[in-house]
Nanobody, 118 residues
Framework: QVQLVESGGGLVQAGGSLRLSCTAS????????MGWFRQAPGKQRELVAS???????NCADSVKGRFTISRNNARDTMYLQMDSLKPEDTAAYYC????????????WGQGTQVTVSS
């Protein structure tokens, strides 16, 4: 029903920048919140940043001041601008979308790997 495709991951040195993109397609009229999650091996998937259709945003304390989430509703595309990257940011990053604010029902993208070297 809803398909999410991420892009923009890669290998970058500490202090560098990357911009992730997520494009949604399918039956997306019910989606009211989208976000970026990340998961490192052996760890739970954690919310990095989210944005509602109305434009409200939040982000994790660990990335405040470094990451910026944005969305172009007309293009059904969400972005995560990542600056001042640190090795601890290394993870698989996933685009998520949900028709509920509590994420009780959600869709996932396939993930894109971000690796930050020291």
């Amino acid at each position: 029903q809803v398909q999410l495709v991420e892009s923009g991951g890669g290998l970058v040195q500490a202090g560098g920048s990357l911009r992730l993109s997520c494009t949604a397609s399918g039956i997306i009229s019910s989606i009211i919140v989208m976000g970026w999650f990340r998961q490192a091996p052996g760890k739970q998937r954690e919310l990095v940043a989210s944005i509602t259709r109305a434009g409200s945003t939040n982000c994790a304390d660990s990335v405040k001041g470094r990451f910026t989430i944005s969305r172009n509703n007309a293009r059904d595309t969400m972005y995560l601008q990542m600056d001042s990257l640190k090795p601890e940011d290394t993870a698989a990053y996933y685009c998520g979308a949900s028709p509920t604010l509590n994420w009780s029902s959600r869709y996932w993208g396939q993930g894109t790997q971000v690796t930050v070297s020291s």
